[in-house]
């Protein structure tokens, strides 16, 4: 199916009628008001959902206003399941069901659509998933989750965020495949996040390793340059354990010597465009402050020395590595059919 994107914006219409197009464009799942006590304050905001018949994600900008979830709505407004928003910007305060919460920016909070909420939230920004009830419930093994907060200072909230911020960036050319793919990891992942008392199974750990490697390589490609890239820096990037960091590279021997080969093979790329820097600077670029030990590795991976590197380019038909950079991505990439 199609993917099929939806935008309207309280900008679209003229000041004086926002307000009211905002309140009736949110009426299926809120009642919208004003915070505090100054009721003639203009609320406005802009929503674009997209939805393929399987992932229905949207993102969400607005001034401050507050968002009430009556019973009177849950048993007239026929929606049902959970609603995961990550807090991009701005705060909120308020009551899911009998529950006090307090949601800061980079937190992310679950809303059950079958219960009673009320909150008064501060102008922001947020990334919001649908996930069908009973496909939650079950993964999860409970259905008390109305209210539940990920703090962004939690590794899971980590992971979920890129995920969510990347599944946001490729949803328009998403197949109804990868959708239920995508939805089931998220959903695997928030049962991961939940503690101890609903342990990951082994290809759900699977799940969470593959996302922490993708996250962890797109981070190292970026910053290969920077003298701080390590492995405890990445630890401490992405809040995850050692030992998790430890089986998300295993196959390839480790995050550390993910780091230098990639250093390396960046310094020979440069050397071998003969930019008229010397071989201590490139070096030195590439988080080698020991030419000595630069030299050795240098030789050690490519057989030559970087001298030897120097306008000459790489051969294409070499992939010495391959087989290290195998990753058990087939077994949780699709549900059998």
């Not at 990037?237 to 080969?261: K, M, N, P, Q, T």
Request: hydrophobic content about 40%.
């Amino acid at each position: 199916m199609t993917t099929v994107e939806v935008v309207f914006s309280s900008r679209a219409v003229e000041s004086s009628l926002r307000s009211d197009y905002w309140r009736e464009m949110m009426q299926p799942v809120f009642d919208i008001g004003v915070p505090g006590e100054n009721r003639n304050r203009v609320i406005e905001g802009e929503f674009c959902s997209r939805s393929n018949g399987e992932l229905l994600i949207g993102r969400t900008t607005f001034s401050a206003q507050s968002f009430v979830r009556s019973r009177r709505k849950v048993q007239t407004a026929g929606l049902d399941g959970y609603v995961l928003q990550l807090f991009v910007v701005g705060s909120m305060r308020g009551n899911a069901g009998e529950c006090t919460v307090h949601v800061r920016p980079g937190d992310l909070y679950i809303l059950d659509l079958g219960r009673v909420c009320e909150s008064q939230s501060s102008a922001g920004a947020r990334l919001t998933m649908m996930i069908e009830r009973r496909r939650l419930e079950q993964l999860v093994g409970r259905a008390d989750l109305h209210g539940i907060i990920f703090r962004r200072e939690q590794p899971i909230n980590r992971l979920l965020t890129d995920f969510l911020t990347e599944l946001w960036n490729v949803s328009l050319g998403l197949s109804y495949a990868d959708s239920m793919a995508a939805v089931d990891v998220v959903s695997r992942l928030f049962k991961g996040g939940l503690g101890d008392c609903t342990p990951l199974l082994s290809q759900e750990w699977d799940i969470a390793l593959t996302t922490v490697r993708s996250n962890t390589l797109r981070y190292i490609d970026a910053h290969l340059t920077q003298p701080e890239l390590s492995v405890e820096f990445i630890l401490r990037r992405f809040g995850v354990s050692r030992a998790a960091l430890y089986r998300a590279f295993e196959l390839d021997g480790g995050v550390a010597r993910v780091i230098r080969e990639k250093r390396l093979n960046a310094a020979r790329a440069l050397l071998s465009h003969a930019t008229g820097q010397s071989i201590a600077q490139v070096a030195y670029t590439y988080g080698f402050t020991n030419q000595s030990q630069f030299f050795k590795a240098f030789r050690r991976q490519f057989g030559m020395a970087p001298s030897d590197a120097i306008g000459t380019e790489p051969s294409r038909n070499t992939a010495s590595t391959i087989g290290r950079l195998a990753f058990p991505f087939s077994a949780t990439a699709h549900p059998e059919s």
